[in-house]
Structure formats: C-alpha cells, structure tokens
C-alpha cells in the first residue's frame, strides 16, 4: 500500500492532464458524432495536417516559457516568413524563396531575444509591440493581396506531398517534435534554459550565461514562426497577410496544457504536441457540432483558463 502511495505521489499530475484531457475529448466526438463523420479516416487524417503548424511553433513557445520568457508575436512571424517566401519564389529560385522565409523567422526572433536579453525588456511588451509592428509590415508587404505559390516542388516538400504515403506535414511534425524533444531534454543547452526559467539568479552564479539563453530561446521562437510559415504556404499553395493571425490563443493553449509552466522551469515538448493535437481535435469537433465562431471562442477561452490554473497551482506547490 505504502508502495502505492509513494509512486503516486511522484506522478506529475499536470504532466497527465493533457493525455486524461485529450483522450476525454476524443471519447466525446466519437460517440457524440458518429454520424457526421469525426471518426473517418480522412477526417482525423485533416486534424493532424491542420495542426502541423501550430505544432511546430508550440515547440518554439516551449522553449521560451520554460526561460521564463513569452512570445506573442509568432504569428505575425508566421505571415511576414511566408510572405518572403512567396514573393522571392516570383523572382527567385525555390532555394532562395525558403531561405527568405527562414530568414525572416530566424531574424525577427533574434531582435525580440535582442531586446530581451541585452537590452533588458520584458519579453511580453516587446513581442506585444512587435506583434503589431510586423502585422503592419505584413500587410504592407503586398497591399493585402494574396501571393499565390506555384512551386510544385515547394508545396510538395512543404505542403501536399507525400514520403513513403507518409504526408510532408507528418513527416515535419516529427522531425520538428523529435528534434526539440532531444534539445530540450538531452542537451546542456536545454538543462540551462530549464535552470534559466526556475532560477535565473541561481543559473546566472552557476556560470549560465542568462542573457544568452533568452536571446536564443526567442530566437528558436521566431525559427519555427518561419517554418510554420512555410508550412502554411505549401499547404494553401498562397501566402497572405491573414496567416497565424488565428493561432495566438490556440498555441498558448496547447503549450500549457501540454504542461510547460508559465513561470518557467518545467515544460515538455511531447506534451505540446499532444496540447496541439487536442486543440485541432476540438476546433473539428466544434465545426462538426455545428457551433458558431463564438461559441467556439468560449469554450477555448474556457480550456486556457483551466490550463493557467493548474499550471500556477503545480508552480506554487
């Protein structure tokens, strides 16, 4: 009996949240909506093509919430990357487009982890501002128009194609998962940016270099923003100025539901993948039923808040 107690008592509870949660909700749309065709293969197939992006950026916002720090402004990074991307592609090669796309990514994060880190601001006003600054230049980019993507190559590498039957979009979640779970959990760099988050008087005596880990967390944000863009330009075959503006709310949520603590120290990659699953297998499910936007806004509104309050309960423990 002691046995028993002693291994339950070691259980992460906030860890088991996302997988009670996420198999409850799939039990839910299953029974609730056997006729309307949640369960076909095809259906479920969309819910993981849908999710990939968000995925890959959850992984992004892992990495900078268990610094400490918060990104807010991934998906304007999302439409400015994706951008880029379409409109060297007209002029340039495929190579070029995806390393404009990157670039912009990679470069806009390195500028909020500049602010951050050297310059001492807090990260949630500077992604705030520049949340809105790159939004601006989004939609200035290309007069609002909409960039169409004719690469064959790139939507198939990107987007629509397949490897072995294995769809691109999987093949990216993977490698986006397996690559961040292995950094985060198996790297020194990903020991520092959990001390960084924990204690970040305790890692800056320990000899971590603090300002360096919150300019390249947000750095590593702003990189999968890029990507994630890329993927939503290969999976659309267009690039507009709209992309990521949907998906604040919708990672943040999957993020803390996956159990990465918002004051830092404690997160987990698998777990964002699982949170993001769950918040594509919602916003399907609540089409589904039938359900306006709104109603829809409400009950994720409602699930974000449940996650904040477990996840501040689990840190003050």
Known sequence: M???????????????????GFLAIFLFFALT?????FLTQRNLTNIILQTAPATIMAIGLVFALSAGEIDLSFGSIVA???????????????????????????????????LVAYFKLPSFLVTLATMGLFAGIARSMTNLRSIPVLN?????????????????????????????????????????????????RAAQVSGIKVPRIR????????ACAGLAGLLYAGRLQAARYTLGESDLMTVIAAVIVGGTALKGGKGSVFGALIGSLMMGMLNNGLIL?????????IVRGLIILLA??????????
């Open 2 to 20: 002691n046995s028993v107690k002693t291994r339950l008592s070691g259980l992460d509870f906030q860890q088991l949240v996302v997988y009670i």
């Open 152 to 200: 064959e190559t790139f939507t198939g590498i990107f987007g629509s194609g397949k490897l072995f039957s294995v769809p691109s979009l999987v093949i990216w979640t993977i490698i986006g998962v397996a690559i961040g779970h292995l950094v985060y959990r198996h790297t020194k760099f990903g020991a520092h940016v959990l001390a960084t988050g924990d204690n970040p």
């Open 215 to 222: 300019f390249y967390v947000l750095t590593i944000c702003g």
């Open 308 to 317: 904040v309050a477990v996840s501040l309960r689990d840190k003050n423990r």
């Open 33 to 37: 909506l056997q006729d309307d065709g």
């Open 80 to 114: 400015v990357s994706a951008l880029s991307a379409a409109v060297v592609m007209q002029e340039h090669s495929m190579a070029f487009g995806i390393f404009a796309g990157l670039g912009a990514g990679v470069m806009i994060g390195a500028f909020n982890g500049l």
């Open 289 to 297: 039923m039938n359900l306006r936007v709104s109603d829809q806004m």
